[in-house]
């Protein structure tokens, strides 16, 4: 990382050149800022009482306490120095074989000015000079750290996939190509109708934002109080969706990326809604296709409900008739189709899919419950073991 | 693109192939381990003190709880504490500018009567932190960089999944330390659901996930999925019960022995604090007998309930009310006039703690304020009443009464204006007794001794030299 160096401007540091014997320079380097030519261990000054000293163990001693460096030597954000806010940047110093360093606790930040002052006075004061100074006696340097240059990040993938949806869908994934800042979200996204009209509180609003631990994919939800029959909210504004009607959800290239960076474009994601899903998942309702023994062909399970991608994989797996787990790979196609491609190809005999009866689809309906249950109607089932279907891989013809 | 996916998905089967391996290769641990080094936060929502000084720090994104003894003494309880612009500070020592940091949460450790705060940091890279401010009102980073701490895991990974795991999305909401366990609120992105889990502390393996359900008036109907927004624990009718308040905005109460011995549980509705409000942070503090608690709200002003209150209302049920639109219903709170608040909490036995943005100047500060006690009200009041009547005696034995369970900064103001009757009927012998009182209990500004008019007969008194030494 390069420093540049803004100004930097001496105030009436003449204790320090009278006999142009000491006068310290400052300078960044790497993201730690430096005063040096303050002495030292071979340096010579009839100034200051200073002196830096090799310990025994390699390090630099010298009289002056790290703590004490705060008092002579601190760096200040823009914003800190032109409030005056006295509130210095957290950090360490450390002795140099010339001076002393300053490491900030948190890197400094990128597209941002700093300030770094040095107090003769306090140094003087500190080395037991008695000498008396101007008023100005600070010294003043400034530098900046550029941005930056960084391949800005665009979102990949909008989830579900398909452009038919229904009414009562409760869960989108937007994910980035690289991270996003937390803070904005819905700034960015809006829902849009043919008309071109906003539809207003679409979404659930939660202020810490469910992202994933690599802020690369940002769960999108919307308002379960909309979207449930009956519930006010549902019954004032009806449900954000209507079915039979087009909508774009609009993410606007201005939603930042972790570097401070904008969005490569804007994205549009186009969907019609159908009517709304709100029966449970059933095994009724999947169809599963056997591969052929001796290939690495997919086994395919095809649902009649569009899935919620993240579940899907998460709550779908392969195993042997003895429950031995079957590695492999597996993929959600127009959110209704999993494949499951084996690492290594098929021996013929009875396989298990097992699903977790968690798994939703993406109006937030699993095996037990529609999310649309009333609890006092309909007692909400929990059950945890897994829906499992039997599939038959054939031997290969010989 | 193409190439760019099969590059991911290749990427995820062999990250979670090595994570699978690793989490074989690693025996259980049964019991809790110290750790030493760094704790490496991905995210910092909520933190939390335990009575004894254990700072507890959720990270969502990392999938993780932290624990760590902060136990500190200190020379005396602090009286008040004002930081103006806390943000703006705290941006400054974190070095950025107040639009990149955002204040997430607030706790105040019960050990030191320090605040600290958690923060994002947003900037050249985002990272969370902690600042933490001393009873002078001075702001230092906490440094995560070297502590011995205990960490739990979130996660709740299927125990054999072979293929590629997408790591779930959640949030934390709120945390709280209720006898020697940890309870964390929370919400998950992917299967929507609001939980309450458990943890024993030191942390165990053991935890318990349990499923709350309430009835929710604004939408007349009974419902898992509301997230709870903040918690506490507080008694009814002599029960010790979790108040949650939810978002938009019902008030519920559970059992706490109910909530340590099921799965999934219903919970009574005692209010609906109004819709398109969300209860922002909770604290209680104890009047006497009586049991007060206070809400802050991200759109109404802050709320004080009483046990007394909360003995006697029963729950909100479906078809009970139709509630209008933003309304509240349930239980009798008082409206006490203070908005902006943010963040809240418990500072000591007379005051809380906010962050609060004033509406004037837009500006956000950490202050102190003194707490609302009825008891201290009527004592006061009524002190005032027979010292003015000239009861002095009787004025006293009311201070007498209130003083063991009252708060020392209204006893010793009591104290104070008695001796002031008692110098404004020169019996000096009297007024030097209670104004040593007052000054025991730390009631101690020269300015208000050396200008108060009723106190001039002391000044000549050699005694007053020796008071005035005790001054600040």
Not at chain 1, 105 to 113: E, G, P, R, V
């Amino acid at each position: 990382m390069k420093y540049s160096v803004i100004a930097m401007v001496m105030l009436a540091c003449s204790v320090f050149d009278a006999e142009g014997q000491l006068s310290p320079r400052m300078n960044v380097v790497d993201g730690v800022v430096y005063v040096i030519g303050l002495g030292g261990s071979t340096g010579t000054n009839n100034v200051s009482n200073f002196s830096l000293r090799p310990g025994v163990d390699g390090s630099v001693k010298s009289d002056i306490s790290s703590e004490k460096w705060e008092d002579i030597f601190s760096v200040y954000t823009e914003e800190a120095y032109v409030r005056n806010l006295n509130q210095p940047v957290a950090g360490t110093y450390a002795l140099t074989s010339d001076g002393v360093s300053f490491t900030p606790l948190y890197s400094f930040s990128d597209a941002t000015n700093y300030h770094v002052i040095f107090s003769s006075s306090g140094f003087l004061r500190n080395t037991g000079d008695s000498r008396v100074l101007p008023p100005a006696d600070r010294m003043h340097f400034e530098f900046h750290v550029p941005r930056k240059n960084v391949s800005r990040t665009f979102v990949e993938f909008v989830y579900p996939e398909s452009d038919v949806l229904p009414e009562n869908m409760l869960r989108m994934y937007i994910c980035f190509s690289g991270p996003m800042m937390p803070g904005e979200v819905y700034k960015h996204i809006r829902l849009v109708n043919s008309r071109g009209e906003q539809i207003e509180k679409t979404f659930l609003i939660i202020d810490q934002e469910l992202w994933d631990s690599s802020r690369k994919r940002f769960t999108l939800l919307f308002d379960p109080g909309r979207i449930k029959r009956g519930l006010k909210a549902n019954l004032e504004m009806g449900s954000p969706l209507r079915e039979g009607e087009q909508y774009s959800l609009m993410i606007d290239s201005s939603w930042t990326d972790v570097n401070g960076n904008h969005l490569q474009r804007n994205v549009v994601k186009q969907f019609r809604v159908a009517e709304s899903e709100r029966s449970r998942l059933s095994v009724d309702n999947i169809k599963l296709f056997a591969p052929a023994a001796d290939t690495r062909g997919p086994l395919v399970i095809r649902f009649d409900q569009v899935l919620d991608q993240m579940l899907a994989l998460k709550y779908l797996t392969v195993s042997d008739v003895l429950g031995n787990a079957i590695n492999g790979e597996l993929t959600l196609e127009r959110d209704k189709i999993l494949k499951f491609t084996p690492y290594l190809p098929w021996e013929s005999g009875k396989y298990f899919v097992r699903v977790d009866p968690l798994l939703e689809d993406v109006a937030g309906n699993n095996f037990n419950n529609s999310f649309d249950i009333d609890l006092e109607q309909t007692n909400r089932l929990n059950r945890r073991e897994a829906v499992l279907l039997e599939v038959f891989v054939e031997p290969a013809a010989r | 693109m193409k190439s760019i996916i099969a590059k991911l998905k290749l990427w995820l089967v062999v990250a979670v192939v090595a994570t699978l391996q690793n989490a074989h290769a690693k025996p259980v641990e049964p019991s809790p381990v110290m750790l030493k080094g760094e704790i490496q936060l991905k995210s910092l929502t909520s933190i939390a003190f335990s009575k004894e000084g254990v700072l507890f720090l959720a990270d969502p994104l990392g999938m993780k709880i932290y624990a760590l003894d902060e136990k500190r003494t200190t020379a005396g309880p602090v009286e008040q504490l004002e930081v103006t612009n806390i943000d703006e500070k705290i941006a400054a020592l974190l070095g950025v500018s107040t639009k990149d940091i955002k204040i997430e949460d607030m706790a105040v450790n019960p050990t030191s009567h320090d605040v600290y705060l958690a923060v994002t940091r947003r900037g050249a890279s985002l990272q969370p932190a902690i600042a933490r401010v001393d009873s002078k009102g001075n702001i230092s980073a906490f440094n995560l960089n070297n502590v011995s701490y205990y960490e739990t895991s979130l996660a709740d990974i299927p125990a054999k999944s072979p293929h590629q795991y997408f790591p779930l999305s959640s949030a934390i909401t709120d945390m709280a330390f209720i006898d020697g366990e940890l309870y964390v609120a929370g919400l998950s992105g992917d299967e929507f659901n609001s939980k309450l889990r458990r943890f024993q502390y030191p942390f165990t393996n053991k935890t318990q996930a349990i499923q709350l359900e309430i009835f929710h008036p604004s939408h007349d109907r009974f419902e898992t999925n509301a997230p709870i927004e903040t918690f506490l624990p507080f008694p009814v009718n002599g029960k010790m019960h979790i108040l949650a308040g939810y978002g938009c905005a019902p008030l519920a109460k559970f059992q706490l022995s109910d909530v340590q011995s099921k799965d999934q549980l219903r919970g009574v509705t005692v209010a609906e604090l109004g819709g398109g409000n969300r209860p922002l942070d909770m604290i209680s503090f104890k009047d006497g007998n009586v049991d007060y608690m206070l809400i802050a709200n991200s759109d109404r002003t802050l709320m004080q309930i009483s046990s007394e209150d909360l003995d006697k209302q029963t729950g909100v049920v479906k078809g009970d009310t139709r509630v209008p639109p933003y309304a509240s219903v349930g239980v009798k709170y008082l409206s006490i006039a203070e908005v902006g608040i943010l963040q809240l909490d418990d500072f000591n036995d007379q005051s809380y703690l906010v962050v609060q943005r004033n509406v004037d100047d837009g500006t956000l500060n950490l202050r102190s304020k003194g707490k609302l006690k009825p008891s201290t009200f009527r004592v006061r009041g009524l002190v005032e009443e027979l010292r003015l009547a000239g009861k002095l005696k009787q004025a006293e034995d009311e201070i007498v009464k209130y003083e063991p369970t009252g708060d020392r900064r209204s006893t010793s103001v009591m104290w104070y204006n008695l001796a002031c009757s008692y110098a404004l009927g020169n019996d000096t012998n009297n007024a030097f007794k209670y104004l040593d009182k007052a000054l025991v209990l730390g009631y101690n500004e020269r300015g208000q001794y050396e200008n108060d008019p009723d106190l001039v007969s002391l000044k000549g008194d050699k005694r007053w030299k020796e008071l005035s030494t005790r001054l600040k």
